[in-house]
């Protein structure tokens, strides 16, 4: 039997990324895609619990069935597996995102979120970014490495409750060295809200920032995408500070 692969994303149905991701992911087995209806992104590992989720098939075909769904990707995930599948996933993937998820971008991402879920839920999981943000970006250069990624997890599988955070650079000159296992960088986003005023002349709020990496060191996955190498970084759930864990007894204890 083939394996059989469940595929989401968090930019929609109608993302260039997702439609490059299915028809790599068709070379491995039978396919099966929920996307959300629209843009999902920064919604992270959030579910819709207040109200019922709706499926739309768009296209359903014994080797490749397609679903749109008004919920979010971890939404997809869940109702696609338990209903929309016709056995359990192989392997479930999301992306390819348009943007970079490393770092501490992993905690708003609705790519990572979504393959966290399918890892918490005992599923082998891939989540797939693409350092460039338009929606016209060439996502052929990665696809190679793409391709021999899924392979590997097919064959080898992953360890429990543990997703992969794969992050593809986009080189000026065009040219991938390689990949890189990585482990997260320390960095964060120095937030900020711009107050405006619309044509009504009342006030709004809208987000601005900038990226801040204090990280130097070279086991990272920034240093790994800054120089021109895929970071794949072993991700999970737990939180737990476990080198601070002495500290806090000492305090608290």
């Known amino acids: 039997m083939k394996p059989l692969l469940l595929i989401t994303n968090d930019d929609g149905l109608q993302a260039a990324g997702i439609r490059v991701l299915t028809r790599v992911a068709r070379q491995f087995g039978d396919v099966v895609v929920m996307a959300p209806e629209r843009n999902a992104s920064g919604l992270a590992h959030s579910f819709t619990s207040s109200r019922p989720i709706r499926i739309y098939p768009v296209s359903e075909q014994p080797e490749c069935s397609i679903y749109m769904c008004d919920g979010t990707p971890v939404d997809c995930v869940k109702v696609c597996s338990e209903y929309f599948c016709p056995r359990k996933p192989d392997l479930v993937l999301s992306g390819i995102n348009h943007g970079s998820n490393s770092s501490i971008n992993v905690l708003y ?7 966290l879920e399918a890892a918490v839920s005992g599923l082998n999981a891939i989540g797939f970014s693409l350092l460039d943000f338009s929606p016209y970006a060439d996502f052929e250069p990665s696809v190679p490495f793409i391709e021999k990624i899924i392979k590997t997890a097919l064959e080898k599988g992953l360890p429990e409750n543990t997703a992969l955070n794969v992050n593809i650079p986009v080189p000026a000159d065009g040219i991938i060295k390689g990949v890189k ?3 997260q960088s320390k960095a964060r986003w120095l937030d900020s809200y711009e107050k405006r005023t619309d044509p009504h002349g009342r006030p709004y709020y809208w987000l601005s920032g900038r990226f801040e990496c204090e990280d130097k060191e070279n086991d990272t996955d920034q240093w790994a995408l800054e ?27």
């Open 109 to 115: 991402s609705g790519t990572m979120g979504a393959a």
């Open 181 to 183: 296992i990585c482990r």
């Open 227 to 253: 120089n021109g190498y895929v970071s794949i970084v072993p991700t999970t759930t737990d939180f737990s500070a476990y080198s601070k864990l002495d500290i806090i007894k000492q305090l608290y204890v």
